[in-house]
């Protein structure tokens, strides 16, 4: 009984300890919006992105207006919610270090923004 009570604690404290020891880090979640004025911005905890880590990331897009659209481009990713279009939708990406452009195309002279990635 007690060899069986010594491995029953023993398999607890291994639970235990998986549970508190953190595996991968859970993954970044980003917020994209465009429109419904000439307005887009990228934000993470309510503030505007201006660098980022390098990793995995989950974006919510909330796309506003049919005459915008949300394109997220630089190293490996190319987005884009779509001009004439309205909704939301949920992107994965994983960012390389380097320069990002989030656009909408019709507007990319005064609606964009970059940041970079460490």
């Not at 991968?24 to 979640?29: C, D, E, N, P």
Request: hydrophobic share 40%; charged share 20%.
């Amino acid at each position: 009984m007690i060899q069986f009570r010594t491995m029953l604690v023993a398999a607890f404290a291994t639970v235990a300890l998986l549970a508190a020891t953190p595996g991968q880090a859970a993954t970044k979640k980003l917020q994209a919006t465009v429109g419904p004025g000439f307005t887009i911005t990228l934000k993470m905890g309510g503030k505007a992105v201006k660098s980022l880590k390098a990793g995995s990331y989950t974006i919510s897009v909330s796309d506003k207006s049919k005459i915008h659209n949300f394109r997220l481009k630089g190293s490996g990713v190319n987005k884009d919610s779509g001009v004439g279009k309205v909704g939301s939708m949920t992107w994965k990406v994983t960012f390389k270090k380097g320069s990002y452009l989030f656009v909408c195309d019709p507007h990319a002279s005064s609606m964009k923004g970059t940041f970079k990635v460490t």
